[in-house]
């Protein structure tokens, strides 16, 4: 009977404990973050730098960059163009909304990112996204004002924090999470990245929700059913369903 007791006592702390850090996270508030690079209402539509036709049509469309270091610590886009530097295809992109997708996790990779991207912010309204936490964590640092994505420590931390109460969204409102823009694929290895919950969470702090890259039209419709804001795809034949879709907004 005593056992049983310490038992009930035990999991009634448990949960008090839990319930506490549940309602710290939903106390705390999440101003919306007024940036350049929002001001045109979703949904939106991301399209890879190599979708050039697309992007000269379709001067909404945020585009897709992604960004490496190479050998001689040059700031390059794509690893089979390495002969165009970031600072040609910023050049040529002047005015877009740009996505920077950092691929490269090198040391002082964030000092080279703070001291190169300012000479462009004023023209060019650019986000930075990576899945590697600790480019973005030391970036922001330099470039508070800049607006962040997520990395794939963010995505499993949500979705590890959702299942930690024995209720619907565990503790998320408490998760970490540092950036304006949630960005997932759907799956990784066949394993889920983002549910209605994650997706409610993501916006109840006044965040916004990409998802991609969409390879097909079920996955259009999976990420519309989470209400994604923005539609990242790299399948020319996905183009003309988002195009709709966006019109009808």
Known sequence: MRLISIILGTTVFVLMALAVIYFWGLGQVHPKYDHAFFKQSPPWIVVP?????????????????????????TLVVDKVDSQMNLAE??????????????????????????EFLPVYLDSTPILLQSDFDVVLRATKESLANLPFGSSQSDRLRLNAFAGMAPWSGGLLPATPFRGDVFITPLKWRAVPLINKVVAQE???RQKYLILGP????????????????????????????????TVAH
């Open 49 to 73: 730098r190599s979708f050039t036709e697309e992007i000269s049509t379709h001067a909404e469309d945020i585009i897709w960059v992604e960004v490496y270091q190479d050998s001689h610590k």
């Open 89 to 114: 295809v910023l050049t040529a992109l002047k005015g877009r909304r740009i996505i920077l997708n950092i691929d490269s996790n090198t040391e002082d990779l964030d000092r080279q990112l703070a």
């Open 202 to 204: 993501v916006h109840r």
């Open 214 to 245: 969409l390879i097909n039209q079920d996955e259009l419709q999976q990420a519309q059913s989470l209400g994604a804001d923005g539609y990242f795809t790299k399948e020319m034949s996905l183009l003309g369903s988002l195009h709709s879709l």
